[in-house]
């Protein structure tokens, strides 16, 4: 079964670092572009990025270069997200999701997806 | 980058009636790269159509998209009652992957 399983949820200080992360099972975890979006309390779907797990070719929306980095581990067929310092308004639910077909392309809609990850961020 | 517009904001139906949502596009979107996603409380979003008009694997011959250049319609011919959730347009074309700001489709 192809499924991607992400890390629990995580409740931390302002400042402080988090890595979360989604991992990969049933297909060949290297050629298939994997992204994350974030959706805030209560708000509408954000994408965040996306990367190729073959060779880390990695996009990011502009409003999220910068602050986060996006990283894949092919030993482990695991895919992270991660912030060095947290504020407040990364408070939010974040997905991975992986793209519908195996190509090199990053053009295409996200079929499979994470459970999510509530990241909370309060002092 | 790419906005896209949903309306209307709010779709209140009864079971068994006709829901037709709206995605419009700030520029055009080349080889119409639109997806439409459905998202339930406490769920993932789950993919309906991509390609503004094939349906994904496993999602019923209700739920149709159409559409091309800067609007693209999702419709859903007869509401089944697991179909009130909250709608969301996506254009996978640019980069950002922009989605629009989705539409709730709830029980009248």
């Known amino acids: 079964e192809v499924q991607l399983v992400q890390s629990g949820a995580e409740v931390k200080k302002p400042g402080e670092s988090l890595k979360i992360s989604c991992k990969a099972s049933g297909y060949s975890f290297t050629t298939y572009w994997i992204g994350w979006v974030r959706q805030m309390p209560g708000k509408g779907l954000e994408w965040m990025g996306i990367?190729?797990?073959?060779?880390?070719?990695?996009r990011y929306s502009p409003s999220f270069q910068g602050q986060v980095t996006i990283s894949a581990d092919k030993s482990n067929n695991t895919v992270s997200l991660q912030w060095s310092s947290l504020k407040a308004s990364d408070t939010a639910m974040y997905y991975c999701?992986?793209?519908?077909?195996?190509?090199?392309?990053?053009?295409?809609?996200?079929?499979?997806w994470g459970q999510g990850t509530m990241v909370t961020v309060s002092s | 980058e790419i906005v896209l517009t949903q309306s209307p904001g709010t779709l209140s139906l009864s079971p068994g009636e006709r829901a037709t949502l709206s995605c419009r596009a700030s520029?055009?979107?080349?080889?119409?790269?639109l997806a439409w996603y459905q998202q339930k409380p406490g769920q993932a979003p789950r993919l309906l159509i991509y390609?503004?008009?094939s349906r994904a694997t496993g999602i019923p011959d209700r739920f149709s998209g159409s559409g091309s250049g800067t609007d693209f319609t999702l419709t859903i011919t007869r509401l089944e009652p697991e179909d009130f959730a909250v709608y969301y347009c996506?254009?996978?074309?640019?980069?950002?992957?922009?989605f629009g700001q989705g539409t709730k489709v709830e029980i009248k």
């Open positions: 520029q055009s979107i080349i080889s119409n790269f």
């Open positions: 996506q254009q996978y074309v640019g980069s950002p992957k922009t």
């Open positions: 390609d503004a008009s």
């Open positions: 990367i190729y797990p073959g060779d880390s070719d990695t």
């Open positions: 999701a992986r793209h519908r077909r195996e190509v090199v392309t990053a053009v295409d809609a996200s079929h499979i």
